[in-house]
């Protein structure tokens, strides 16, 4: 079992940045693609950024490609996401995940393990 916490959502203003934290236990992350997704009530969950276990590729939803970057720490077991010039859009409870030997998949289904969520709202 790998037990995950979020940690560094809040509220902000649009155009600020924030870093998420995603903190594994119970297992070393070095074997699992791990995953940023994000949901907002009444909305499908969606795709954030994701992280290949075998070589660390990274893949981006479209509307964070540029703002948004995703590694991760095998020290400290955590995987983190840097979110920069964040817009009210960005506003959702985000979610980390684990897939064992995942290779960054985008679909929610992939993966077994996640997090409760922090949450993120970027006020106008």
């Known amino acids: 079992q790998v037990q995950l916490v979020e940690s560094g959502g809040g509220l902000v203003q649009v155009g600020d940045s924030l870093r998420l934290s995603c903190a594994a236990s119970g297992r070393s992350m070095s074997t699992y693609g791990m995953a940023w997704f994000r949901q907002v009530p009444g909305k499908e969950r969606e795709f954030v950024a994701s992280?290949?276990?075998?070589?660390?590729?990274?893949y981006y939803a479209d509307a964070v490609k540029g703002r948004f970057t995703i590694s991760r720490d095998g020290t400290k077991n955590t995987v983190y996401l840097q979110m920069n010039s964040l817009e009210f859009e960005d506003t959702a409870l985000y979610s980390c995940?684990?897939?064992?030997?995942?290779?960054?998949?985008?679909?929610?289904?992939?993966?077994?393990?996640w997090g409760q969520g922090t949450q993120v709202t970027v006020s106008s």
């Open positions: 995940a684990a897939d064992f030997l995942g290779r960054g998949s985008s679909y929610s289904s992939r993966y077994e393990f």
């Open positions: 992280i290949d276990w075998s070589d660390d590729t990274t």
